[in-house]
């Protein structure tokens, strides 16, 4: 499982993605032993550098950002790979300096740690330089555009000199070991393949929560909100795990091509039925874990008359054999009261109720996959109440069969997204990154959805920082009888 020889070059390496994750994340692969020995890793940015500080830079960022204790012999190695690259990203000439790299026998691994709008210019300098051949991968960080037709702009670009089995578009969810692991209970596992459909399932719930605002960013936040920054892309991408049909195999194309079937089929939302199945919100100053926090329109930078929503949530139906009539309801928001991602799968009620006298209404049997943090797999079930007495000899008592990922897997250690995904870059691995069909097919049901927000001219609904979001996100449920299940 070792990665091929690659010369991993990191635009954009001083910006906060390529430190916080990426340089941490290829610090994990060496201590993982999953680089090959003649992998190098260089950073390309505009500012002058050297070598040493480059790798000074890195020193510190991995110390910095990385989760567990260093381990000084691996750190060493690392830093070994490191070179560094000066690029003005629009100087054409600049590029020449990749040439050595491109002479290599190494497979070239180009990462886009940069705005979006940079990957036009860096395609064609590296053109322009006469580095790019067949063998070359590009890996693009979202957002890609912020709807259809600027996706479209920016998929042009990187098409005009790659194509598609050589753009890697980045989710950084697919990376996750329990969002890969939807794929392993739905498919390795009869009870569930067997009960996943409309026969067997009331409604699904996908919650993305985060106790943080917006950390510095209010200006790139502002031009995307939640919708553009984790609804388009997160939080889809989790549905159509969740409701694809079965690939054939564990493919690349197999599974991207389920997927965008699921996307295919969503119901279009638009000005005719926005107001019954979305809600938006934005918050105002509040308490997180008891610490007063500022609302979105106090944060530094932010302007006061911003309408952009920090919380969304939306009814979503899938028009298909399998999920009609079963709604998924999404929910994601900044300054909710804790971070916290999980799907809750509620099925249907028994048809009739044997245990009445104990328990007039039988709560349905609920599959909770906990996506982070306490990261595992939960069913609660209904279960006799040992004892000899009760209503005819029979209390029930609602109770939970528990996976936990950290007791059962006390061994290992749950690796970042980030870790998962370079690995599979330089694998060569296509199957957890995005194919464009993918974007674009996601852009055009979110664009009926900005539009109609537009066309409303309704600001976003507000909610007290540390609480679930607006009111109406609980109407959108209570109004078909239904609830979002208690936040941990
Ligand atoms: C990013 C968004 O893609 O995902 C951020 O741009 C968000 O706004 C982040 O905070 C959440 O990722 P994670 O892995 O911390 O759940």
């Known amino acids: 499982n070792h990665s091929n020889p690659c010369d991993f070059v990191l635009y954009g390496t001083g910006g906060d993605l390529a430190r916080r994750k990426l340089l941490p994340s290829l610090y994990q692969l060496e201590k993982a032993n999953l680089l090959h020995k003649e992998t190098r890793i260089v950073g390309a940015a505009r500012q002058e550098m050297t070598d040493e500080e480059y790798v000074q830079m890195a020193e510190e960022n991995i110390r910095k950002f990385n989760s567990d204790a260093i381990c000084e012999d691996t750190l060493k190695r690392l830093l070994t790979r490191l070179d560094y690259i000066k690029i003005d990203f629009k100087q054409m000439d600049d590029y020449k300096a990749l040439k050595p790299y491109a002479e290599s026998k190494r497979t070239m691994v180009c990462y886009f740690a940069t705005p979006p709008s940079i990957f036009g210019d860096i395609c064609n300098g590296m053109h322009h330089a006469g580095v790019i051949d067949p063998s070359l991968r590009v890996v693009l960080e979202k957002p890609i555009g912020h709807d259809l037709e600027s996706s479209k702009v920016i998929n042009d670009q990187v098409a005009e000199y790659f194509n598609?089995?050589?753009?890697?578009?980045?989710?950084?969810?697919?990376?996750?070991e329990t969002v890969l692991n939807l794929i392993a209970l739905r498919f390795a596992n009869s009870i569930f393949t067997n009960?996943?459909?409309?026969?067997?399932?009331?409604?699904?719930?996908?919650?993305?929560?985060?106790?943080?605002?917006?950390?510095?960013?209010?200006?790139?936040?502002?031009?995307?909100?939640?919708?553009?920054?984790?609804?388009?892309?997160?939080?889809?991408?989790?549905?159509?795990?969740?409701?694809?049909?079965?690939?054939?195999?564990?493919?690349?194309?197999?599974?991207?091509?389920?997927?965008?079937?699921?996307?295919?089929?969503?119901?279009?939302?638009?000005?005719?039925?926005?107001?019954?199945?979305?809600?938006?919100?934005?918050?105002?100053?509040?308490?997180?874990?008891?610490?007063?926090?500022?609302?979105?329109?106090?944060?530094?930078?932010?302007?006061?008359?911003?309408?952009?929503?920090?919380?969304?949530?939306?009814?979503?139906?899938?028009?298909?054999?399998?999920?009609?009539?079963?709604?998924?309801?999404l929910r994601t928001g900044k300054r909710l009261p804790s971070k916290v991602s999980e799907v809750v799968i509620y099925f249907k009620k028994q048809p009739?109720?044997?245990?009445?006298?104990?328990?007039?209404?039988?709560?349905?049997?609920?599959?909770?996959?906990?996506?982070?943090?306490?990261?595992?797999?939960?069913?609660t079930v209904m279960n006799k109440l040992p004892g000899l007495t009760g209503s005819k000899g029979m209390d029930l008592q609602k109770t939970k069969l528990n996976l936990s990922f950290s007791e059962t897997f006390k061994d290992e250690r749950i690796a970042d997204a980030y870790e998962k995904l370079i690995l599979d870059v330089m694998l060569g691995n296509q199957t957890l990154f995005v194919h464009r069909d993918e974007v674009e097919q996601a852009w055009t049901w979110v664009d009926g959805i900005m539009d109609a927000w537009r066309a409303s001219n309704e600001p976003p609904a507000p909610y007290q920082a540390g609480t679930w979001g607006p009111v109406a996100s609980i109407a959108l449920l209570a109004k078909e009888g239904r609830a979002w299940y208690e936040g941990r």
């Open 352 to 379: 009739h109720n044997l245990f009445k006298d104990s328990f007039p209404s039988l709560p349905p049997n609920k599959l909770t996959i906990r996506l982070q943090p306490d990261e595992g797999v939960e069913v």
């Open 195 to 329: 009960n996943w459909d409309h026969n067997c399932i009331d409604h699904v719930q996908i919650s993305v929560a985060e106790s943080v605002g917006i950390e510095g960013r209010w200006g790139y936040f502002d031009e995307a909100g939640q919708m553009r920054d984790m609804v388009q892309n997160h939080l889809l991408q989790i549905l159509t795990l969740i409701a694809m049909e079965p690939p054939a195999t564990l493919e690349a194309s197999s599974i991207r091509n389920e997927k965008v079937k699921v996307l295919k089929a969503l119901r279009p939302i638009n000005s005719t039925n926005v107001e019954e199945n979305t809600v938006r919100g934005q918050y105002v100053n509040g308490f997180i874990n008891g610490k007063e926090v500022p609302g979105y329109l106090e944060e530094p930078d932010a302007n006061t008359v911003s309408q952009t929503e920090t919380f969304v949530a939306l009814k979503v139906e899938i028009d298909n054999w399998r999920w009609a009539g079963v709604p998924f309801y």
């Open 164 to 176: 598609e089995d050589q753009i890697y578009r980045i989710d950084h969810y697919l990376g996750k």
